[in-house]
């Protein structure tokens, strides 16, 4: 991917949470950062690194995010990281993140 953020860490532990990046979310990053990659290098490192930021406070304030009602009864939330909503599963002791995508997609 070219920035050396995800590759060798997929789990984050904090406050006995622990993330964990799921193949679907890891590919999202991938093609937001190959999209944004073929129009602005530097944006498209600054965009994945801020991603992957706001990923890692997600384990302090699990429950911050926004709950999605269509997932009931998982406990599936989303937050938004710039113009990126994440979304992710809590699940007692663990967070999924699930998947990672502009706000302008169609989802």
Excluded at 3 to 31: F, H
Excluded at 55 to 66: D, E
Excluded at 92 to 102: A, E, K, N, T
């Amino acid at each position: 991917m070219g920035c050396g953020t995800l590759e060798s860490q997929t789990t984050y532990s904090s406050l006995a949470v622990a993330l964990k990046w799921t193949s679907s979310a890891r590919g999202d990053l991938v093609r937001l950062h190959e999209f944004l990659n073929s129009v602005n290098i530097p944006a498209a490192v600054r965009v994945v690194r801020q991603l992957v930021a706001g990923v890692k406070r997600i384990p302090a304030y699990p429950r911050l995010g926004v709950r999605l009602a269509e997932f009931e009864p998982r406990e599936v939330r989303k937050i938004l990281v710039g113009d990126y909503e994440i979304r992710y599963e809590v699940t007692g002791s663990d967070v999924f993140i699930l998947r990672i995508f502009h706000i302008k997609e169609d989802r």
